[in-house]
């Protein structure tokens, strides 16, 4: 798993690859939380682009960090192009309340 920040216009882009499980759900939510919270626009895209697998404790990072930046008055959206990714997201009702797109350019619009 690596994960990597960047900032693209005033949204705080959080990029993972690689499988998000259990072993790196704390790593991910602990840096992305001290992101989140410096960061002063709260506008977060979660990039899943190059995720290759993930199990329920990546949709409890994802839940995690909607439930931070929605009490910090900020937005969140998903990137994942995976259809696969796509699926467990659906299932696990992340589309009702949080919007995906396909690419990073059409979530930054």
Do not use: W
Not at 70 to 91: E, F, H, K, P, Y
């Amino acid at each position: 798993m690596k994960l990597n920040f960047s900032n693209e216009k005033d949204f705080l882009i959080m990029s993972i690859s690689g499988e998000i499980d259990h072993r790196y759900a704390i790593q991910i939510r602990n840096e992305a939380d001290r992101k989140i919270v410096t960061y002063p626009d709260k506008k977060l895209i979660v990039d899943l682009t190059d995720v290759t697998f993930m199990d329920s404790s990546a949709i409890g990072v994802i839940i995690g960090r909607y439930k931070l930046v929605m009490s910090l008055g900020g937005s969140i959206a998903i990137v994942s192009s995976n259809d696969t990714l796509a699926r467990i997201l659906d299932m696990s009702g992340i589309r009702k309340i949080i919007p995906i797109y396909p690419t990073l350019a059409d979530a930054i619009r």
